[in-house]
């Protein structure tokens, strides 16, 4: 079975830093774009960043660019969102979730359960 | 401000047809592949439809997905009350170099 699985979520102080991981299995990770999309209290999906399967291309949505980073281990068959610079709307779950192809993100199959991020004082 | 527009509701009786649109431009669904989740209560999205019109294995042949110009959209016939979901599309934008989904449509099987 295709699994992702995201860890590293909790509270965070504004202008401070996150970390978050999503493990994956079942599936030749090297060999597929990885997105991660977050989901505000109450709000709708927000694509947030992708990345291909060797790394080398990535791509932000305009609200984190310059403060996130993402980043892959395929060694390691592991995910990463680095958050920087926090602002309370960045609060939400942050779900991963894989593309349809190495540099693809035309669908998206299977997401993770979402970790939640908290952007408070 | 979501890059698709999406009605924010929509509601049918069981056993109907409800349609969702999904409208866009040039640089999302006018040139790109669009895809459909559906997000039950409390849980991560799911994949609906992909390649605008195909459907995952496992996922009822009541869902169907179509495509015209800049538009999308979503059909589910012979609704269930565990239709109730929200429900996203999504796609690719060039002149964002990004991905991008609707701001979602609640459904609610009356």
């Known amino acids: 079975d295709v699994q992702l699985l995201e860890s590293g979520g909790g509270v965070g102080q504004p202008g401070g830093s996150l970390s978050l991981s999503c493990a994956a299995s079942g599936f030749t990770f090297s060999t597929y774009a990885m997105i991660w999309v977050r989901q505000a209290p109450g709000k709708g999906l927000e694509w947030i960043s992708g990345i291909s399967g060797s790394g080398g291309s990535t791509y932000y949505a305009g609200s984190v660019k310059g403060r996130f980073t993402i980043s892959r281990d395929n060694s390691k068959n592991t995910l990463y969102l680095q958050m920087n610079s926090l602002r309370d709307e960045d609060t939400a779950v942050y779900y991963c979730?894989?593309?349809?192809?190495?540099?693809?993100?035309?669908?998206?199959?299977?997401w993770g359960q979402g970790t939640l991020v908290t952007v408070s004082s | 401000q979501s890059v698709l527009t999406q009605p924010p509701s929509v509601s049918a009786a069981p056993g109907q047809k409800v349609t969702i649109s999904c409208s866009g431009g040039s640089s999302n669904i006018g040139s790109h592949i669009v895809s459909w989740y559906q997000q039950l209560p409390g849980t991560a999205p799911k994949l609906l439809i992909y390649e605008t019109n195909k459907r995952p294995s496992g996922i009822s042949d009541r869902f169907s997905g179509s495509k015209s110009g800049t538009s999308a959209t979503l059909a589910i016939t012979g609704l269930q009350t565990g239709d109730e979901a929200d429900y996203y599309c999504?796609?690719?934008?060039?002149?964002?170099?990004?991905?991008?989904f609707g701001g979602g449509t609640k459904l609610t099987v009356l």
């Open positions: 979730a894989k593309g349809n192809g190495v540099n693809h993100y035309n669908w998206f199959d299977p």
């Open positions: 999504g796609a690719w934008d060039s002149s964002l170099s990004a991905g991008g």
